[in-house]
């Protein structure tokens, strides 16, 4: 089971909107709605921003939102603020009973 | 508020065992699948199985060979065993709950423990 695909990197100002993509394959990403976002400040636990694909857990600002396309999850961030400067990670079930994660993005707030 | 703990030796010789232990508080370990996901130094995120309170277990297809998972409802706790490790299996291990269909969102998360292999 291969990671999912994700840009090393991602940028943007105070105030813009910041998508990241999380690219699968119809194994995993493209065949389940099963696609969540973590984030994950420096040294800490990840924290779940989005579960199947579009669903926010409570307490988790409306400004971070998922969606799929095909094969490919992506987390938009509107509203770009300083705290939200991290990594992101995107996981999917990937059939067999098995999950998998992509490769993290790091989210700078410039 | 669910809390996990890991726990275990930081450091492991190259072909030995590496043995974790996650403690749960907050929460019945009977009711939920746990998961453990390690993270090298650098590197993303990888799943490397979970456990089901009646003991069934899912493990990376990777791992499998050399893994095995168990729970003590007693304790409220379930454990990692990694056999045969080697200089790749370096990395900050957390356990975290699986939630949801087929255990696919992790929604609480240990700190994480980094372990070594080193002889």
């Known amino acids: 089971q291969s990671a999912l695909t994700q840009p090393p990197s991602a940028s943007g100002s105070p105030g813009q909107s910041v998508t990241i993509s999380c690219t699968g394959t119809s194994s995993d990403v493209g065949g389940y709605n099963f696609v969540s976002w973590y984030q994950q400040h420096p040294g800490k636990a990840p924290k779940v921003m989005i579960y199947?694909?579009?669903k926010r857990p409570s307490g988790v600002p409306d400004r971070f939102s998922g969606s799929k396309s095909g094969n490919t999850a992506s987390l938009t961030v509107s509203g770009l603020q300083a705290e939200d400067e991290a990594d992101y990670y995107c996981?999917?079930?990937?059939?067999?009973?098995?999950?998998?994660f992509g490769g993290g993005t790091k989210l700078t707030v410039l | 508020q669910v809390q996990l703990q890991e726990s275990g030796p930081g450091l492991v010789k190259p072909s030995e065992t590496l043995s974790l232990t996650c403690t749960v508080s907050g929460a019945s370990i009977s009711i939920s699948s746990w998961s453990w996901i390690r993270q090298p130094a650098g590197k993303g995120l990888e799943w490397i199985g979970h456990i089901y309170p009646s003991g069934s277990t899912n493990y990376n297809p990777s791992l499998k060979s050399r893994l095995t998972m168990s729970v003590d409802m007693s304790k409220n706790q379930f454990s990692l065993k990694l056999s045969s490790v080697t200089a790749a299996d370096a990395a900050v291990y957390s356990c975290?709950?699986?939630?949801?269909?087929?255990?696919?969102?992790?929604?609480?998360w240990g700190q994480g423990t980094l372990v070594t292999v080193s002889s």
């Open positions: 199947e694909v579009s």
């Open positions: 996981s999917s079930y990937g059939g067999s009973n098995n999950l998998v």
């Open positions: 975290a709950r699986s939630t949801g269909d087929y255990g696919a969102l992790f929604d609480y």
